[in-house]
Structures are given as structure tokens and as C-alpha cells.
């Protein structure tokens, strides 16, 4: 069983970066696959980054060039940074990990087993 708590989110102006956190517990994180999804009130639930347990890295293209995903095995921690954020990135963010193959990073909700709770970004005009 793995624990996801993510954190760092806010009430932030357009233009502004934020950098979220996704704190493991339970079990390390070194062989999961980790994603980072989002949810807009009103609207499914999308993918926005993921990272595979070897480092590889993936990106819906909506928010390629603004965001970067990194991880810090050592510290069961996956990081979220958001550059140059709009209005339009309003959402809870979430986390989720599953067990994967070295290079593998899923895009859809149901590629994860465990979910954290949310953390919420506001970006105003």
C-alpha cells in the first residue's frame, strides 16, 4: 500500500511558477511509475506529466514547456514545477503511482492504483 500527500498549492497571479510536492509513504517509490493529473470544476480528470521510475519523462501537450516533473528517490518525493500559469491551469492537482516497467509512464487514470488527496492551484487574471 503507498500513501500519496501532495502539496504546495495556492492562490498564485498569472505569470507566476509553482512548484507542487508529492510525499510517498509506505512503500519507496523507486519502482513506480508516477503521474500527475489534474481536475477543473466541471471537467474530467486529465493527465498532465508523468515520470517513469528510470527518469524518463512525458507531457500532455497542452502544458508541454511550462511543466516539469522530477523525482527524488532518496526522499519518496515526486515534484511538479509550473512556469508562466494562466487561468486556465484553475484545478486540483493530483498524484498517483503505480508499479511499471523501467520506462513507463501511464495517461490515463485508470494506468493508476494509488491517488493522493489533492492540492488545489488558483491562478487569477
Known amino acids: 500500500q503507498v500513501q500519496l500527500v501532495e502539496s504546495g498549492g495556492g492562490l498564485v497571479q498569472t505569470g507566476d511558477s509553482l512548484g507542487l510536492s508529492c510525499v510517498a509513504s509506505?512503500?519507496?517509490?523507486?519502482?513506480?511509475?508516477i503521474g500527475w493529473f489534474r481536475q477543473a470544476p466541471g471537467k474530467e480528470r486529465e493527465f498532465v506529466a508523468g515520470?517513469?521510475?528510470?527518469?524518463?519523462?512525458f507531457y500532455a501537450d497542452s502544458v508541454k514547456g511550462r511543466l516539469t516533473i522530477s523525482r527524488e528517490n532518496a526522499k519518496n518525493t515526486v515534484y511538479l514545477q509550473i512556469n508562466s500559469l494562466k487561468p486556465e491551469d484553475t484545478a486540483a492537482y493530483y498524484c498517483?503511482?503505480?508499479?511499471?516497467?523501467?520506462?513507463?509512464?501511464?495517461?490515463?487514470?485508470?494506468?493508476?492504483?494509488?491517488w493522493g488527496q489533492g492540492t488545489q492551484v488558483t491562478v487569477s487574471s
Open positions: 498517483a503511482a503505480t508499479v511499471a516497467r523501467a520506462n513507463w509512464v501511464g495517461v490515463h487514470r485508470d494506468d493508476y492504483d494509488y
Open positions: 509506505g512503500r519507496p517509490l523507486s519502482s513506480f511509475a
Open positions: 515520470i517513469a521510475w528510470s527518469g524518463s519523462t
